[in-house]
């Protein structure tokens, strides 16, 4: 069996990594290709032996031309139309060929795994129906859009749907229950597995302020905060310096407390230019680390007043993981942090992607478990009203593993894929989890 996988954006080829690691490790593994769409896939380089089936190209968007014209404009003229045409062609080819594909994010590589006339699976990252409803029925919405948007009953459009119910479409994995069920309704093949995205954290729960005794805990211990400022460049970079506005402000509210800033950098930024702006700001560099990480030993550590600040390349899992909390101004890692069941305060940038759209989209996805804040500066208030009830915290902590789910969903995807392919099963004769 051959398969060829399809993403379109940084996170999504990082999920497709995850599935595709379990494939591997299966005793039946598929001959696997990859072509991400969007970006030339540096994630997918952690794999062995997988060829890269087609052309890849880095745009001036860096895949966000949907949330702004002159984006859309500028990867136009970087070439988007004659490389999305080339790519076509690639995937048109595969699919002459006998092999399979499976689709990872939106309705980007979905329509392109149609168009191919190859049966297809496909693994939905970025829509889920906590974007229109929790467990208690509908959320408010306010403009005609946003009502329009609930109207079509579900947050999969008419069309998107129907690519979901071809009878080339073997299966669809949404990335929660809530979405799972709202698309077994409409008759498509979902499967409720999880959601890749909170696998490979190593996954605990280490945040000790949520006991009962939260106040006195707080009051002996230091404030441990993750800072996620994104993963592309420039975007990054001008969120760091609004996220060094707040660690400022935190520092101003808790100046008797010992406050730890966690920085998991993303591979694709500069660590000097962060470096540069914390030196600009006044941060001390230290010779001497007081902080090590168990998967990283080349962390940088600053130094001011009452707070460090500890970058890191090599330790994403680990950082947020000692986190009790975070700032971020990202996508997938705000939800990789929430479903470890941490309170994330967040405020929108210049864009091209963490806009104040997003940021409020953002907050209706995840919840209680997103404070959406105006400005920076707001924060100090913000997280000492959430440190003094603990009933919130505790809601946050159940909040977030519910809409994010388990880890191990990628196995349990690459196992559901390999019996809907192989053997053929019908969704109704296979285990759901």
């Not at 008419?158 to 077994?184: H, I, N, Y």
Request: charged share 20%; hydrophobic share 40%; net charge neutral.
């Amino acid at each position: 069996m051959k398969l060829l996988c399809l993403s379109n954006g940084h996170g999504e080829d990082a999920i497709a990594v995850r599935i595709l690691r379990q494939l591997q490790n299966l005793s039946s593994s598929p001959q696997l290709a990859v072509l991400p769409l969007v970006g030339e896939g540096y994630a997918y380089r952690q794999l062995d032996a997988v060829e890269v089936k087609g052309p890849v190209k880095q745009m001036p968007s860096g895949g966000f031309i949907y949330m702004d014209g002159r984006q859309f404009l500028q990867d136009v003229q970087g070439g988007l139309l004659q490389l999305t045409l080339r790519q076509l062609k690639a995937i048109k080819a595969w699919g002459k060929e006998g092999g399979i594909i499976l689709a990872v994010g939106d309705i980007v590589p979905l329509l392109f795994a149609w168009l191919s006339g190859a049966s297809y699976m496909f693994v939905g990252t970025a829509k889920s129906e906590y974007y229109l409803r929790d467990e208690s029925g509908p959320l408010p919405r306010k403009s005609w859009f946003d009502k329009l948007e609930a109207w079509w009953g579900s947050v999969y459009l008419p069309w998107e749907r129907w690519l979901m119910k071809s009878p080339r479409c073997k299966g669809v994995f949404p990335r929660d229950s809530l979405t799972a069920k709202q698309l077994e309704k409409f008759g498509i093949p979902a499967y409720d597995l999880g959601n890749p995205m909170m696998d490979d954290l190593g996954v605990e729960n280490s945040a000790i302020f949520y006991d009962l005794d939260v106040e006195n805990s707080e009051a002996k211990r230091s404030l441990v905060v993750a800072l996620l400022p994104g993963s592309r460049q420039p975007e990054a970079y001008r969120n760091w310096q609004k996220i060094l506005i707040s660690v400022a402000a935190l520092a101003e509210k808790f100046k008797e407390k010992s406050l730890v800033f966690f920085v998991p950098v993303a591979t694709s930024l500069n660590m000097d230019i962060l470096s540069n702006e914390l030196t600009a700001a006044g941060w001390q560099k230290q010779e001497n680390q007081s902080f090590i990480l168990k998967n990283d030993q080349d962390t940088l550590e600053f130094c001011k007043h009452n707070s460090r600040v500890i970058l890191s390349q090599k330790a994403f899992g680990e950082c947020l993981q000692k986190a009790d909390m975070g700032v971020a101004m990202a996508g997938t890692a705000t939800e990789q942090l929430v479903g470890l069941g941490k309170p994330v305060f967040t405020f929108p940038g210049a864009g091209p992607q963490f806009t104040a759209a997003f940021a409020e989209a953002q907050s209706r996805l995840l919840g209680p478990s997103v404070i959406l804040l105006e400005k920076p500066e707001e924060i100090g208030g913000a997280v000492q009203k959430l440190l003094s009830d603990p009933d919130r915290l505790v809601l946050i902590n159940k909040n977030g593993r519910q809409r994010m789910g388990e880890a191990g969903a990628a196995r349990r995807i690459a196992e559901c894929l390999m019996t809907l392919q192989n053997v053929g099963e019908t969704k109704g004769e296979l285990p759901l989890h």
